[in-house]
């Protein structure tokens, strides 16, 4: 496999934090290593470009045979390592075929305007290659936060006029849709209603602990809420004390019950 | 002391990037190494108000460190800057919100879970700003997030009496 | 025309308070009556930058407009204010972001049959949510594929004025 003996230049590989510039010799690649050297490709197109310049060829010009045995061997070896295989590797790799055997096969009709077979492969190697170039060059011009910083809007004393843009409920109703669609936030547990007014309490008691630091277990509790609110407080402070925002402290038994934060 | 560019420069140049006052440490520690003093950059601070003059800015020292500031009498035309501020939320801003307003109290990183992609720290700041949300506490997590929650000022931009006359969401619930 | 503080005066704080970019006519509605020409703006931005050679930030022309940025040469320093700076960028996102910013208007079927490979849908998402990108329309073939293209906010972060700032690409198409 002549792929582990090549001298690459191309592809900067690190592995256990160690720049590897040349590739092994032999042939025991640690997958890890392997995995990196294939994940450095942004696909077949890539890859292929890949080996044309490594052998110094001009992509005008591919002797399509070895470059198409080559390639095959690659995805072999991908397959030998147990990656998973990107339909697009073997997409490429029968177009290669194809046009491989297209070659071989001598042409017996004379064709007034004979075709290279390997003129659409050509054409799309040359478009992906001037892409790939600016991508790099994209990389270089200077950019926000990492070449360049705005002066961030500096502090006036001017009073602040409101002028919040609008939304209406609907439009957070649809977002929230959105949010729903893409993430099923709620699907893996059953929430029901309730449990908002529950995340709302929540909210409520830490906001009180945070400026107090305690807050007495019966003081979360008012009697005009009744039942429900009484529901209602009583699994906020379960919830927040499972999701281990408060601590529920009592000093001795009978005593008056405290929550208060975490950090105190 | 010896950097590539001087040292009143390289502090102005923080003062105006950093959305913070900055400390005297604060300013020190933007050094690796060969760090100035306080006393330097006290002094170099003093220099630069001095130079500023014929500006519109200065710094100003306040509880939490030195920040630039714009020099009053230039309210008239300033305060018309935020008239021109962005008419609409962007999808980010309403979905962050949503998932505050639902899921409260909630850390950044549980809305980056939900949604898939990083929060954008201004889109937190905005809403803290406009004081629809605030923070309540931490987490007793590794890096101690902070948790979010909405306010009374958020349920009074939509009318609502409390979280609870937000839509349910078992309505929307899509199968 | 006479304000109560210098034009440049007036320009060099809306612009130091300003959240976003501002262009000339921005700039001109700061003013109730005796709006400046935008000629006079030009100026007095010109004027402004020609005196910012002792200090460390610069008036720079983007393509929303006119803002204030530290001058290069300070990023040793104040990378270190901000830690969510310095983004990289994979190749996958560099690949498809400079195919959208010079195929524009392209769908993700363009920008796969040029890269070879199915485009992650989580990088079209991210760059819309960056805002430097966004659906301009559909076209007209089964299924009414999204066409996309970058927005100035995308120029504003690599401080392009347009799109034509953009290296040219190299010449390798053959007939």
């Known amino acids: 496999m002549n792929i582990s003996n090549v001298n690459n230049n191309d592809v900067s590989i690190i592995f256990n934090g160690k720049k590897i510039t040349d590739i092994p010799e032999d042939l025991f690649i640690p997958p890890e290593a ?35 045995n080559q390639y095959v061997e690659y995805i072999n070896m991908m397959q030998q390592m147990q990656f998973e295989l990107a ?34 492969l050509i054409k799309r190697l ?16 200077p950019r926000l936060n990492r070449d360049t910083f705005i002066v961030s809007k500096i502090f006036t004393n001017i009073e602040k006029k409101e002028y919040l843009p609008s939304i209406d409920l609907q439009e957070l109703e649809n977002a929230f849709q959105e949010v729903l669609k893409r993430a099923e936030i709620f699907a893996s547990h059953e929430i029901q209603t309730e449990t908002l007014s529950v995340r709302e ?12 630091g305690t807050i007495k277990f019966i003081d979360c509790f008012t009697y005009e809420e009744g039942r429900m609110g009484v529901i209602v407080t009583f699994l906020a402070i379960l919830e927040l004390s499972k999701e281990s925002l408060v601590d529920i402290v009592q000093n ?13 | 002391m010896s950097y590539s560019k001087p040292l009143n420069l390289i502090i102005e140049g923080a003062l105006l990037a950093s959305e913070h006052p900055l400390s005297l440490q604060d300013i020190a520690n933007l050094f690796d190494n060969d760090k100035p003093s306080k006393n330097e950059i006290q002094k170099a601070i003093d220099m630069l108000n001095s130079n500023y003059a014929n500006h519109s800015f200065e710094i100003v020292n306040v509880a939490s460190g030195f920040r630039m500031q714009v020099k009053k009498g230039y309210d008239d035309w300033i305060s018309k800057l935020n008239k021109q501020s962005s008419t609409r939320y962007s999808k980010a801003f309403l979905e962050t919100l949503v998932i505050i307003a639902y899921k409260q109290p909630v850390t950044r990183g549980d809305i980056e879970e939900i949604r898939g992609v990083s929060v954008n720290p201004q889109i937190i700041r905005n809403m803290i700003e406009f004081e629809w949300i605030k923070v309540v506490g931490h987490k007793e997590t590794p890096g101690k997030p902070e948790l979010l929650a909405t306010t009374k000022k958020f349920l009074d931009y939509f009318n609502l009496k409390s979280l609870s006359d937000l839509p349910p969401p078992a309505d929307l619930e899509i199968s």
């Open chain 1, 252 to 264: 001795q038994d009978y005593s008056m019950i405290y929550l208060q934060s975490l950090k105190s």
């Open chain 1, 126 to 141: 040359m478009e992906y290659q001037k892409y790939k170039d600016l991508s790099e060059q994209l990389d270089e011009i």
């Open chain 1, 87 to 120: 339909s697009d590797y073997l997409v490429m790799a029968s177009t290669l075929a194809e046009i491989k055997s297209r070659m071989l096969v001598p042409n017996e009709v004379e064709d007034d305007e004979e075709e290279d077979p390997r003129a659409n």
């Open chain 1, 34 to 68: 392997l995995r990196v050297i294939i994940e450095q490709f942004e696909g077949p197109l890539d890859l292929l470009l890949y080996l044309i310049k490594k052998q110094n060829i001009d992509v005008v010009d591919i002797p399509i045979l070895p470059i198409t």
């Open chain 1, 201 to 212: 309490r929540m909210s409520l008691i830490l906001d009180i602990i945070n400026k107090n």
